[in-house]
């Protein structure tokens, strides 16, 4: 049996060589392991070094971006050039614990196809991060990707189908964690404490950060284009209810009832037009989801059939 093990690795010269030794002492339970390092068109030495390594090490591969595409990109380029049994996605920067694979290959062996690592705790992690990454995944659950597990990563050992469920997808904005989770393979967390970077600074700018949680709500709620609607059809009702009041103070003898009058009229056209935006949302929400072409069924397996 072997194992694929993918790194992601944006311009961490710093990190990679203890990476790597810190990689090949990992105990991987009797499988054959295979490295591959994903270069994302690194601007430092993270190339050279990491065709060092591939050099003296049979073990380590190599796969090298012409320039900086982002994470997913590369993870994805990682799961497709992979060939193990199983594969797993670690970070370059050891805030991910290679300790933990031995622990996935067991789950793994128990029959799980997807073994994700899900942080207990994370240490040297500003305040900032911390409040938007818990943040986030509530957002996200509440829009509609309440089956994404909440604090997770890429972190995780995933089986060869999902890798080739992975493979077969054709869409561009992929947030990997979402896809895994909405094909409704057999998981199971490990929890782990997630350590501080080895060396160097982040390389998730707050621009890609963005991007990644833009990725994650859009392709998987279409809450927000759904939103109009609801606000205006409740604007609709509260204008509705004003302009019931607006012409009882009117019938009373308020001269200020025709101007509340006037105000409830607008802010019922008001309601209208958010409504009609809304209806357009809900018909573009079904073309955003046949243009993504993702399979609307998978099998999980199938007994007596031969072709
Ligand atoms: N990474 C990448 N491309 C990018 C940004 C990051 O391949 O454009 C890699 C990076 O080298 C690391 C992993 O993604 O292996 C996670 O990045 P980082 O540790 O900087 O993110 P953080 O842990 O701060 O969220
Ligand atoms: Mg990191």
Partial sequence: MKLSIIVP???????????????????Y???????????????????????????EDGRAKVVSFQKNFGHQPAVSAGIKYASGDALVVIDADLQDPPDLIPKMIEKWR????????????????????LITAWGYYRVLGFLGGDFIP???????????????????????????????????FRSIPV????????????????????????????????KPLKLSFG???????????????????????????SLHFVLSLLSILMALLFVCIGVVGLYLSRIYDEAKGRPYYIIGETVNFED
């Fill in 9 to 27: 690795c944006f311009n961490e010269q710093e990190v990679i060589r203890e990476t790597h030794k810190r990689l090949v002492q990992v105990d």
């Fill in 29 to 55: 339970m009797g499988m054959e392991p295979e490295i591959i390092y994903v270069n994302d068109g690194s601007r430092d030495n993270t190339l050279s070094i990491l065709k060092e390594i591939a050099g």
């Fill in 110 to 129: 128990e029959g799980y196809d997807i073994v994700y690592g899900k942080r207990a705790k994370r240490k040297g992690e500003s305040i900032f991060k």
């Fill in 150 to 184: 909440k604090d997770t990563g890429d972190f995780r050992l995933i089986d060869r189908k999902v890798a080739d469920f992975l493979n077969s997808l054709s869409e561009r904005n992929r947030f990997l964690r979402g896809l895994t989770a909405w094909a409704g």
């Fill in 191 to 222: 929890e782990y404490v997630r350590d501080e970077r080895f060396a160097g600074e982040t390389k998730y700018t707050l621009k890609k950060m963005l991007r990644l949680a833009e990725d994650g709500i859009t392709s998987f709620s279409d």
């Fill in 231 to 257: 606000i205006g059809a409740l604007a609709g009702v509260l204008g509705f209810l004003y302009m019931i009041a607006s012409i009882v103070i009117w019938v009373m003898g308020n001269p200020l009832g």
